[in-house]
């Protein structure tokens, strides 16, 4: 799997957007972008994934650069509840199955 | 959506005997799962892959031994910790892939955590 990288922490503003960066630089063509968060001590939560195209859901947007060595979520109006660690996963996908390992990822913390 | 279960939530045994957690796929089937650990301000850890029908893949450094896992059904999967013992006190996570069209999305369970005393 590419190594990604991403920032320990970041705070934004209640109601104003998070933007959440992830290099991954090794990344190779059939490698999917996957994001992920976990609320502290619950089951981490699927946010949306991508290949190459930006994606948008009712959660997040997810901009992907045309490189694709790097990548945005985007949270359009933070608010309290989003406070979580984010993680970004590139992982490949071949029509089974596959494990998703988590770094360190990136505790964003939304304040009043 | 897909909802996958754990069961109990929480659990507290003494030194030495063993516990299982239970992990169910509500409304969906599931060939495999993935059960992760997790540790006080760490990552996830991947621990296994189970697989219904086989044995189960063991990330390296895990005790098969120690760590059983059992996948009965396409909707069941468990996780016994044998003698358990406070250093396997930890937060115990399932995931099941929801089978999204040309890729894999993880459905996540609650997670359960295990205190050894």
């Known amino acids: 799997d590419a190594k990604t990288t991403q920032p320990p922490s970041m705070d934004c503003a209640e109601g104003r957007a998070a933007n959440l960066p992830c290099n991954h630089s090794?990344?190779?063509?059939?490698?999917?972008v996957y994001w992920y968060r976990q609320i502290h001590s619950q089951g981490p939560q699927y946010i949306i994934h991508?290949?190459?195209n930006n994606e948008t859901n009712e959660m997040a947007s997810l901009i992907i650069t045309e490189d694709r060595k790097s990548s945005t979520l985007i949270l359009p109006h933070a608010t309290l509840r989003d406070t979580a660690v984010y993680y970004c996963?590139?992982?490949?996908?071949?029509?089974?199955?596959?494990?998703?390992?988590f770094g360190t990822g990136t505790r964003l913390q939304v304040t009043l | 959506g897909a909802v996958v279960s754990q069961h109990p939530s929480w659990v507290i045994c003494k030194s030495g005997t063993s516990v299982k957690i239970e992990c169910r796929s509500l409304?969906?089937?599931?060939?495999?799962m993935f059960w992760y650990r997790q540790f006080p301000k760490q990552s996830l850890m991947l621990m296994a892959t189970?697989?219904?029908?086989?044995?189960?893949?063991?990330e390296q450094g895990v005790e098969k031994d120690k760590f059983l896992i059992n996948h009965a059904s396409l909707t069941l999967s468990t996780l016994t910790v044998t003698s358990a013992h406070p250093e396997d006190s930890s937060f115990y996570i399932c995931?099941?892939?929801?089978?999204?069209?040309?890729?894999?999305?993880?459905?996540f369970g609650a997670g359960s955590r295990l205190t050894v005393l």
């Open positions: 409304d969906f089937q599931a060939t495999t």
């Open positions: 996963i590139v992982r490949f996908y071949t029509g089974t199955a596959s494990k998703l390992t």
């Open positions: 090794t990344i190779s063509g059939n490698e999917y």
């Open positions: 995931s099941a892939p929801q089978g999204f069209s040309g890729a894999n999305v993880l459905t």
């Open positions: 991508g290949l190459k």
């Open positions: 189970s697989n219904e029908g086989s044995k189960a893949t063991y």
